[in-house]
């Protein structure tokens, strides 16, 4: 049987009707992104931003063109007649179902990868002929046999080199400033204490508390809004459950522990967007839908357009 090419499959699609119905460009980045799997995927897929693959935004600049958004859209609009298959969650870019590699072809590269069945006459040390007709080894010894060299061999232990991970974190450690730290604290004290619910009238404007947080984000090579999205996550938090349960926090250092915790895990919270900033991000999805279903006619819109509308 002979082997199913790819590559023929891919050409082969440009005339499939659900491409066609797109317009001329989407054929040419299906096929753009088909190369890429071929190129640099493994078994059928690839996840951006993973090992030897670049992230999402930066194809999307290279080979595209556009941008990370305007990519995302071709990409969910494909997936819908199942051209390609993609999930967002993981940045996982596959083939088609119809161009999937079968069973047997996945239980075949198993199978190699492990090896691969021996050969039948293969000489092992029962089948070697140069081994049939010597005699056994007698072997003098045993548990009696005492060790009669004075300096016992010692071997020097194998260096070993430490995993990358390892190396970029420790380059990310480093000793803050104290004038790092009190730009830091100055920035996160107000925050926390307007995330807690303190009232500035009533409760005494202390965020003494804050200073150690900023030290050990920036001994932990955090940026100053990654430890204030740190500290605002969790003080916000433990303060909605405090006041849930009527037992209001009494002052900042109450939240230390957790906040603590999480500088130490690397427990980051993403960057909110505001309804806005959303609302311009959906628009702008629905507006380049819209126009790959016209036949792609007419100036294609543009995301910074609709975000420009949003600061101005």
Same mark, same amino acid.
């Given at each position: 049987?002979?082997?199913?090419?790819?590559?023929?499959?891919?050409?082969?699609?440009?005339?499939?009707?659900?491409?066609?119905?797109?317009?001329?460009?989407?054929?040419?980045?299906?096929?753009?992104?088909?190369?890429?799997?071929?190129?640099?995927?493994?078994?059928?897929?690839?996840? $951006?931003?993973?090992?030897?693959?670049?992230?999402?935004?930066?194809?999307?600049?290279?080979? $595209?063109?556009?941008?990370? &958004?305007?990519?995302?859209?071709?990409?969910?609009?494909?997936?819908?007649? +199942? !051209? !390609?298959?993609?999930?967002?969650?993981?940045?996982?870019?596959?083939?088609?179902?119809?161009?999937?590699?079968?069973? =047997? &072809?996945?239980?075949?590269?198993?199978?190699?990868?492990?090896?691969?069945?021996?050969?039948?006459?293969?000489?092992?040390?029962? &089948?070697?002929?140069?081994?049939?007709?010597?005699?056994?080894?007698? /072997?003098?010894? #045993?548990?009696?046999?005492?060790?009669?060299?004075?300096?016992?061999?010692?071997?020097?232990?194998?260096?070993? !080199?430490?995993?990358?991970?390892?190396? %970029?974190?420790?380059?990310?450690?480093?000793?803050?400033?104290?004038?790092?730290?009190?730009? @830091?604290?100055?920035?996160?004290?107000?925050?926390?204490?307007?995330?807690?619910?303190?009232?500035?009238?009533?409760? &005494?404007?202390?965020?003494?508390?804050?200073? +150690?947080?900023?030290?050990?984000?920036?001994?932990?090579? *955090?940026?100053?809004?990654?430890?204030?999205?740190?500290?605002?996550?969790?003080?916000?938090?433990?303060?909605?459950?405090?006041?849930?349960?009527?037992?209001?926090?009494?002052?900042?250092?109450?939240?230390?522990?957790? @906040?603590?915790?999480?500088?130490?895990? #690397?427990? /980051?919270?993403?960057?909110?967007?505001?309804?806005? %900033?959303?609302?311009?991000?959906?628009?702008? @999805?629905?507006? *380049? %839908?819209?126009?790959? =279903?016209?036949?792609?006619? #007419?100036? =294609?819109?543009? !995301?910074?357009?609709?975000?420009?509308?949003?600061?101005?």
């Amino acid at each position: 049987m002979a082997r199913k090419s790819i590559e023929k499959e891919i050409l082969a699609m440009a005339g499939d009707i659900r491409l066609q119905a797109l317009g001329m460009a989407a054929i040419g980045i299906w096929i753009t992104l088909m190369n890429l799997i071929r190129e640099l995927g493994m078994d059928g897929s690839v996840t $951006f931003g993973c090992g030897r693959m670049p992230s999402l935004a930066d194809i999307a600049r290279i080979r $595209f063109d556009m941008t990370e &958004t305007e990519l995302k859209t071709h990409l969910e609009t494909q997936c819908k007649t +199942q !051209l !390609l298959a993609w999930d967002a969650a993981t940045q996982t870019l596959s083939y088609g179902p119809e161009h999937q590699p079968d069973r =047997r &072809t996945m239980a075949n590269r198993a199978n190699g990868a492990k090896g691969g069945r021996p050969p039948k006459k293969r000489l092992t040390e029962r &089948t070697d002929p140069a081994q049939r007709h010597l005699p056994p080894m007698a /072997i003098k010894g #045993g548990q009696n046999v005492t060790q009669t060299k004075t300096q016992p061999e010692t071997h020097a232990p194998i260096a070993k !080199l430490a995993s990358t991970d390892t190396n %970029q974190v420790k380059a990310k450690l480093r000793d803050p400033s104290k004038e790092e730290i009190d730009a @830091v604290y100055q920035r996160i004290g107000p925050v926390a204490f307007d995330a807690a619910g303190f009232d500035p009238a009533r409760d &005494t404007l202390n965020w003494l508390a804050a200073r +150690q947080w900023a030290a050990d984000g920036l001994a932990k090579g *955090m940026t100053a809004d990654e430890i204030e999205r740190v500290v605002v996550a969790e003080v916000s938090r433990i303060a909605e459950r405090q006041r849930s349960k009527g037992k209001p926090a009494p002052h900042l250092g109450y939240f230390g522990k957790a @906040v603590l915790l999480a500088i130490a895990t #690397g427990t /980051i919270p993403p960057v909110q967007q505001t309804p806005a %900033q959303r609302e311009a991000d959906q628009a702008f @999805v629905e507006a *380049m %839908q819209a126009w790959q =279903r016209g036949g792609m006619k #007419g100036p =294609r819109p543009e !995301l910074a357009d609709y975000r420009a509308k949003v600061a101005a």
